[in-house]
């Protein structure tokens, strides 16, 4: 199976900051990555697919980036409405897997 | 507005059987691709299955080969799992998903609880 690694684990931030999260896959996976935001109690929410593409609806303060094994999500002013879990996944080989999660905390 | 609405969930035995569903809304159900997904309590998502828009073509990740069976049925614009055998590790929210390789839209989740 693919290992997704995200890091941080935390991060604590500020409205207004800029943030960036890491994504690592143990093999390539080309760009077949999707980023998602989930908060307390509730099912995940699609920002990015295909490492760099943003979701239709979500804000332009989300951007992704990256191919092969390293990835980035990057949330260029962060509001109260992004202090969330955000998780990375796979899709370039069975079984999809997911990155543990990075939390943004305040 | 895209809608799905997850129920069946409950506590079981272990060794017991339950049938979760998900109701979709506000879409054109049967030209998607659909997927099950379960959050462990406190813990990181895990894809369970897919299964393509005529219900032919399906995936597992390895846990879940053998114990559970996707299904959808067009006409009642609805998505199953089937799930036996279930054990400790099995207990999770169980969401189910549009999509089959990424997830466009997500439930709200239905809780699995095994425990004696």
């Known amino acids: 199976d693919i290992q997704m690694t995200q890091s941080p684990s935390t991060l604590s931030a500020s409205v207004g900051d800029k943030v960036t999260l890491t994504c690592r896959a143990s093999?390539?996976?080309?760009?077949?990555l999707a980023w998602y935001r989930q908060k307390p109690g509730k099912g995940p929410h699609l920002l990015i697919y295909?490492?760099?593409s943003l979701e239709s609806g979500v804000p332009s303060r989300f951007s992704g980036s990256g191919s092969g094994t390293e990835f980035t999500l990057t949330i260029s002013s962060l509001q109260p409405d992004d202090f969330a879990t955000y998780y990375c996944?796979?899709?370039?080989?069975?079984?999809?897997?997911f990155g543990q999660g990075t939390k943004v905390e305040i | 507005e895209v809608r799905l609405v997850e129920s069946g969930g409950g506590l079981v035995h272990p060794g017991g059987s339950l049938r979760l569903s998900c109701a979709a809304s506000?879409?054109?159900?049967?030209?998607?691709?659909m997927s099950w997904v379960r959050q462990a309590p406190g813990k990181g998502l895990e894809w369970i299955s897919n299964?393509?828009?005529?219900?032919?073509?399906?995936h597992y990740a390895e846990p879940m080969k053998g114990r559970f069976t996707i299904s959808r049925d067009n006409a009642k614009n609805s998505l199953y799992l089937h799930m036996n055998s279930l054990r400790a590790e099995d207990t999770a929210s169980y969401f189910c998903?549009?999509?089959?390789?990424?997830?466009?839209?997500w439930g709200q989740g239905t809780l699995v609880s095994v425990s004696s």
């Open positions: 299964i393509t828009t005529n219900g032919i073509i399906t």
């Open positions: 093999q390539s996976i080309r760009t077949w």
């Open positions: 998903a549009r999509g089959g390789s990424y997830f466009q839209f």
């Open positions: 506000g879409f054109t159900f049967s030209s998607y691709e």
């Open positions: 996944q796979q899709y370039n080989t069975y079984p999809w897997t």
């Open positions: 295909k490492a760099s």
